[in-house]
Nanobody
Framework: QVQLVESGGGLVQPGGSLRLSCVAS????????ARWYRQAPGKQREVVAD???????YYADSVKVRFTISRDGAKNTVYLQMTSLKPEDTAVYYC????????WGQGTQVTVSS
């Protein structure tokens, strides 16, 4: 079974940047595509960004222009570059592969605070 491991979360000041990484134990992202979700305390999990197997990207309106999803097929890795971070971006960020059923990572905490 393929496993996903996220990294790159942490504490950052408003206006700062972070890059999240999600490494898969197998070559699945270029086949099934990948998605980043986030879940803030007391809120439902929401889609942040998606990249299809063909490389087409989608972004939630709240992160357009500020976040970029990308993929390195050779490294079985998907990235989420986050810039101009806001306090409302604070959440646990989860990586997933669009398999059936969905494959999930364990999540990484992002805290935006001064």
């Amino acid at each position: 079974q393929v496993q996903l491991v996220e990294s790159g979360g942490g504490l950052v000041q408003p206006g700062g940047s972070l890059r999240l990484s999600c490494v898969a134990s197998g070559r699945i992202f270029s086949i099934y595509g990948a998605r980043w979700y986030r879940q803030a305390p007391g809120k439902q999990r929401e889609v942040v960004a998606d990249i299809s197997g063909g490389g087409v990207t989608y972004y939630a309106d709240s992160v357009k222009v500020r976040f970029t999803i990308s993929r390195d097929g050779a490294k079985n890795t998907v990235y989420l570059q986050m810039t101009s971070l806001k306090p409302e971006d604070t959440a646990v960020y989860y990586c997933s592969a669009n398999t059936q059923p969905t494959t999930w990572g364990q999540g990484t905490q992002v805290t935006v605070s001064s």
